[in-house]
């Protein structure tokens, strides 16, 4: 990392997933090289940096790469080309309940998460109680994470993410867990980590309102590129206006849709075709039958 106030920097990063046919070539092609794939280019060469206490928000719609961004940074996934450089403990509000063990109980996966991220004991120790009052599960954090509700679950699994102090706090599109009052206590402890603790935050959320009450900065994506990276004002209003055009285009797409349903009753396949014909003619056959008998 070229300056030491950044705790996260990207440089020309490329992610390109191997799209295979289905999962038996996927698995082939552990052994054989010949196996045929398509590429999709999720990230194609953004480069960014974030600095110690900086709170950014990423925008872009669906598919624009967002998530890839943030599971790199996290760890879960890596570049095809480039360098991601992370410096501290992250915790990530991705999947909430990835890694978790349903087997276990509420504790004792706090423990295991916890010594997923690296921490000692003494440590996941010292913030075990705060875990629990957060995550508002009562008895029900000895039992074990199958009797658990998804509610629940994800409760637990914000609570673990938040109270473990980490340096930097990665949010994709997870801020609507539970109910209202859950929903505020999430967004109060953030904007305590931010001022009390100088946690860095990088949030991917729908709310755009959200993203201005935490963000002064922000980062518009648009098919794996950086469209733009800057006050957060000017990149909400550029998410805006792309998002306007999207709607253009699904109209669009909507209308030759309908126009295809209503062609499609008229264009009939070979099959269709004698099978009416047979219909036609087992119906004239009984027709006449009938009209035989009628005369007898
Ligand atoms: N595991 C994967 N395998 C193949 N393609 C993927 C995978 N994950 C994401 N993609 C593709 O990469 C692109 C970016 O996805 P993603 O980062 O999830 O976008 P976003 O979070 O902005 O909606 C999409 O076209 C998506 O289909
Ligand atoms: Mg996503």
Do not use: W
Request: a positive charge; aromatic letters at 8%; proline letters at 2%.
């Amino acid at each position: 990392m070229t300056d030491k106030n950044n705790v996260i920097a990207l440089d020309h990063v490329t992610k390109i997933y191997k799209l295979f046919k289905n999962d038996k070539k996927r698995f082939l092609a552990t052994f054989i090289k010949s196996v045929t794939y398509r590429e999709k280019r999720a990230i194609n060469d953004v480069s960014f940096s974030v600095k110690k206490g900086e709170s950014v928000a990423l925008f872009g719609r669906n598919g624009a790469g967002k998530s890839t961004i943030l599971k790199m940074i996290t760890g879960v996934s890596f570049p095809t080309h480039g360098k991601i450089h992370v410096k501290g403990r992250v915790g990530a509000l991705l999947e909430l309940t990835a890694g978790f063990d349903p087997e276990f109980s509420g504790r004792e996966n706090i423990y295991l998460k916890g010594q997923l991220t690296g921490m000692t004991n003494k440590e996941i120790e010292e913030v075990e109680e705060d875990i629990v009052e957060f995550a508002e599960i009562g008895e029900y954090i000895d039992q074990p994470l199958r009797t658990y509700s998804s509610g629940m679950k994800a409760r637990l699994g914000f609570a673990i993410n938040v109270c473990i102090r980490p340096d930097i706090l990665i949010v994709d599109e997870a801020l609507s867990v539970g109910d209202l009052k859950f929903q505020k206590k999430c967004v109060d402890r953030i904007k305590k980590m931010i001022k009390d603790y100088g946690t860095t935050l990088l949030l991917v959320t729908h709310s755009t309102a959200t993203a201005k009450q935490f963000c002064d900065r922000g980062i518009v994506l648009r098919s794996g590129r950086v469209l733009y990276d800057g006050n957060i004002k000017k990149a909400v209003s550029m998410y805006n206006e792309s998002l306007k055009r999207k709607e253009t285009t699904d109209l669009t797409r909507v209308t030759s849709e309908s126009e295809n349903r209503i062609k499609h009753p008229v264009e009939m396949s070979h099959k269709q075709m004698i099978i009416l014909i047979l219909l036609l003619t087992v119906l004239v056959v009984g027709l006449g039958i009938v009209l035989s008998f009628m005369r007898m």
